[in-house]
């Protein structure tokens, strides 16, 4: 475990919560093995986070036979390891390459992090054990190499569920709305770039809206309506601004019919119909798409293999 990986652990001093966690932590003896690399990882972590090594010890694991052997040899391939304070609280928990710690941070109720592979993720928890802040880094061997990848974060209201997301990669910030049933009713996506500020050198985060997206569901919580605006940024010639301006829009609608799994879809583009489909039944279909001008295009589709095409003009052969 290099350094970065141990830091990480700091998260933890999280008081056993439940039966299960209860049952992770009586099992550390049992689970810990007399491997000279597990013995070098366990002593690393116990002794940077300040722990009683006399907590930890490694009982000897008896071997009678060839069998047993085999088996113990297995067991090291992926060892499960578990620590615990002075106070029986489970502290932290390896699982081959996975790692996961928990604490208090911040006033939080608790915090857990996860190392796994080229990622280290710390999510967050508030007094009611609802998820507040989830962080995911790289996973590398020094502190400038482990940038921060994504943020998210998690608002709550008695009706509602706000999420805003940060992605650094893609340089991308995103808004979401849940509803009570915790379905997302509203995607904001802005596009970030840093823009000189003027008179300075210095730059600026500018957020400019690229699109919102809207959703609605039925009392199965079945989507239902499926909205899109894409948005560009234009100057207003008379004050100079700059603002958002809706470009184009689509919007999918979704039938559901009784004893079909599928629903039928009907699309539209700027509030015109592009595209229907109509079922018949679970391996047959009509597809139906409409161009500019008044022409289409009708085409029965059975086990998703075009069997029939049929041009038409608006208002014949529908």
């Known amino acids: 475990m290099d350094i970065v990986s141990a830091a990480m652990s700091l998260y933890l001093l999280f008081p056993i919560l439940t039966d299960r966690q209860q049952r992770y932590s009586e099992l550390i003896k049992r689970n810990l093995t007399s491997s ?34 085999k088996t113990a040899e297995k067991k090291e391939d992926v060892v ?16 081959g390459e996975e790692k996961f710690s928990v604490g208090d941070k911040d006033g939080l109720r608790s ?38 990848l994504n943020k998210k974060n998690w608002f709550y209201t008695d009706d509602e569920i ?28 802005y596009l970030v770039k840093q823009e000189k500020v003027e008179g300075s050198e210095d730059k600026a985060q500018k957020k400019n809206l690229s699109r919102v997206e809207y959703f609605d569901y039925d009392l199965q919580d079945r989507m239902t309506v499926e909205k899109t605006e894409s948005y560009e940024q234009k100057v207003n010639e008379t004050t100079g601004r700059q603002k958002d301006v809706v470009v184009y829009t689509s919007e999918k609608r979704y039938e559901y019919k ?46 998703e293999t075009k069997v029939e095409e049929k041009l038409f003009l608006y208002g014949e052969n529908r």
């Open 36 to 69: 000279p690399q597990e013995v070098e990882k366990r002593i690393e972590l116990v002794k940077f986070l300040g722990l009683e090594e006399s907590q930890y010890s490694i009982p000897e694991e008896p071997v009678s036979d060839g069998e047993e052997l």
């Open 80 to 95: 499960e390891v578990y620590l615990r304070d002075v106070h029986n609280h489970l502290k932290h928990f390896e699982f």
């Open 111 to 148: 915090s857990v992090v996860s190392v796994n592979g080229d990622t280290v993720t710390r999510t967050s928890y508030d007094s009611e054990y609802r998820v507040v802040e989830s962080i995911v880094w790289k996973n590398k061997s020094t502190v400038s190499e482990s940038v921060m």
């Open 162 to 189: 706000y999420m805003t997301e940060d992605d650094f990669e893609k340089n991308i910030f995103s808004d979401t709305v849940f509803n009570d049933r915790k379905l997302p009713v509203k995607l904001s996506v």
């Open 258 to 303: 009784d004893g079909f799994e599928t629903p039928d879809l009907k699309y539209f583009e700027d509030g015109k119909l592009r595209q229907e489909i109509q079922r018949v039944s679970e391996s047959t279909y009509y597809e139906s798409l409409y161009f500019p001008g008044g022409a289409g295009v009708r085409s029965k589709y059975v086990d």
